[in-house]
């Protein structure tokens, strides 16, 4: 079975502080990663992809893969009340079509004034 | 603007009824896909089509049909043989590209369906 897990949250955060997601996957050997944000009642937005082991930063936002231990985890530093929303997880797994992902459930992220 | 659009926003079936969502990019992108979200679950894929006239079943099909005639578009009828259709319905799009990385998929901004 193919999964990607989230913990559902919601993870409360103070603003200004760090917001650490994580997610962990099935397949060994899976080459591509996806954060996700999704505001209430809206469309997923792409935060960043990821396919190479370490660190990779854009602005606020650093995504950090570590393949031997299978899991993506995304860092939201200086968190501010417009990053409220629930962050999806989602990975291409060994042997899928090079289109299909696999999604996480997602985390609540809430950021307290 | 490039971009993806979906209609309507909203749409209500009764039961019995099959319903087509409006899937539409002009992005110039060759795939396009379309998932359900329930509350609390992950997207699940419907289908998924990579190129003109040619698409493939996601992981949960049944009672869906779908057609790519034009490269813009990505129709998605839900029938009356799907059992538990109250969803939101998400169409995206990506570039195609042969072995590599998977690219991004972008997405519409959905058509939320309730069974009335």
């Known amino acids: 079975q193919k999964e990607v897990e989230q913990n559902s949250g919601p993870l409360s955060v103070p603003e200004g502080a760090i917001a650490s997601l994580n997610c962990t996957y099935s397949?060994?050997?899976?080459?591509?990663f996806f954060w996700y944000r999704q505001y209430s009642g809206k469309s997923p937005e792409l935060i960043m992809s990821i396919y190479s082991n370490g660190d990779k930063e854009d602005g606020r936002f650093t995504a950090q893969l570590n393949k031997a231990s299978q899991y993506v985890s995304l860092l939201i530093r200086d968190s501010q009340p417009s990053d409220s929303a629930t962050y999806l997880c989602?990975?291409?797994?060994?042997?899928?079509?090079?289109?299909?992902?696999?999604w996480g459930a997602g985390t609540k992220l809430i950021i307290k004034p | 603007d490039g971009g993806i659009t979906q209609s309507p926003k909203y749409l209500f079936r009764k039961e019995g009824q099959n319903v087509t969502l409006s899937c539409e990019q002009n992005?110039?992108?060759?795939?396009m896909y379309w998932y359900r979200q329930d509350p609390g679950q992950g997207l699940r894929l419907i289908y998924y089509s990579q190129i003109v006239n040619d698409f493939q079943k996601g992981d949960i099909a049944e009672g869906y049909s779908v057609s790519r005639e034009k490269k813009e578009s990505f129709p998605l009828t839900v029938t009356s043989a799907q059992k538990n259709p109250t969803a939101f319905y998400l169409c995206a799009s990506s570039i195609l590209t042969s072995g590599g990385p998977t690219d991004t998929q972008y997405f519409g901004p959905g058509t939320r369906l309730t069974v009335l």
């Open positions: 989602a990975v291409n797994m060994v042997g899928d079509s090079n289109y299909q992902l696999i």
């Open positions: 992005l110039n992108h060759d795939a």
């Open positions: 397949d060994r050997g899976s080459q591509s």
